[in-house]
């Protein structure tokens, strides 16, 4: 499967900006995907992830409440909801694609080694 992360921007802190995950080749409603970041400097970081079937999500605590991912069938596409952002969101943001979950609520650890195909990214800058 080949992603592409779309979406990202200059945005304002305290503002919001959807960015989106597509495939192409496949469809992403056989992979769990997640979404993931990296700050210069920083290694990679694990922020939200979704099953294949939508239902179960799980996003780490720096960004919970913060983030939403949701999946949009119809379109072939997963999307992460970023709202108040703040400075340190600023980032090139990563969707990234795990295959053969367990079962359709199933959930990976969100590590980058457990993700096997990853998009090109796409920067986010937050202004202060």
Do not use: H
């Amino acid at each position: 499967v080949q992603l592409q992360a779309s979406g990202g921007g200059l945005v304002q802190t305290g503002g919001s900006l959807t960015l989106s995950c597509v495939a192409s080749r496949s469809t992403l409603d056989s992979y769990v995907i997640g979404w993931f970041r990296q700050a210069p400097g920083k290694e990679r970081e694990g922020l939200c992830e979704i099953s294949t079937s939508g239902f179960a999500k799980s996003c780490t605590d720096s960004v919970k409440g913060r983030f939403t991912i949701f999946r949009d069938s119809a379109k072939n596409a997963v999307s992460l909801k970023m709202d108040n952002v703040a400075p340190d969101d600023t980032a090139v943001y990563f969707c990234a694609a795990a295959s053969n979950p367990l079962s359709p609520n199933s959930l990976t650890v969100l590590r980058t080694r457990n993700f096997e195909y990853w998009g090109q990214g796409t920067l986010v800058t937050v202004s202060s």
